[in-house]
């Protein structure tokens, strides 16, 4: 999505449907009104996507599933340099650590 210059306007894990079909899932995204395309994606809407996709607390998910979604991120953003892609992964977890702080779902 983003490295098609696509980013959206409330990546909740709520907005975002999976289906399977045999060994494949499909994803589906809802709440649309406020997605963007450009080219290139503007980098804090890249890291408000991350950010809001990383709302999970340790009990949702592992930090293992979570560092697999963001190497499979840093697969599909051939555009972004690796210490680039480092700091914006970095910065969109530990934004997502301090709001679920600050609404009393961690420690």
Do not use: C
Request: charged share 25%; no cysteine.
């Amino acid at each position: 999505m983003h490295h098609a210059g696509f980013t959206h306007g409330d990546l909740r894990t709520s907005n975002v449907l999976a289906h399977r079909e045999g060994n494949a899932f499909h994803f589906s995204l809802i709440d649309n009104e406020r997605n963007r395309q450009r080219q290139p994606p503007a980098g804090r809407d890249i890291l408000r996507n991350l950010m809001q996709l990383n709302m999970l607390t340790p009990a949702d998910i592992s930090n293992t599933d979570r560092m697999r979604f963001f190497s499979h991120w840093r697969r599909e953003m051939h555009n972004l340099a690796d210490p680039e892609a480092h700091l914006v992964a970095t910065e969109a977890y530990h934004w997502a650590m301090r709001r679920l702080r600050a609404k009393g779902k961690l420690l």
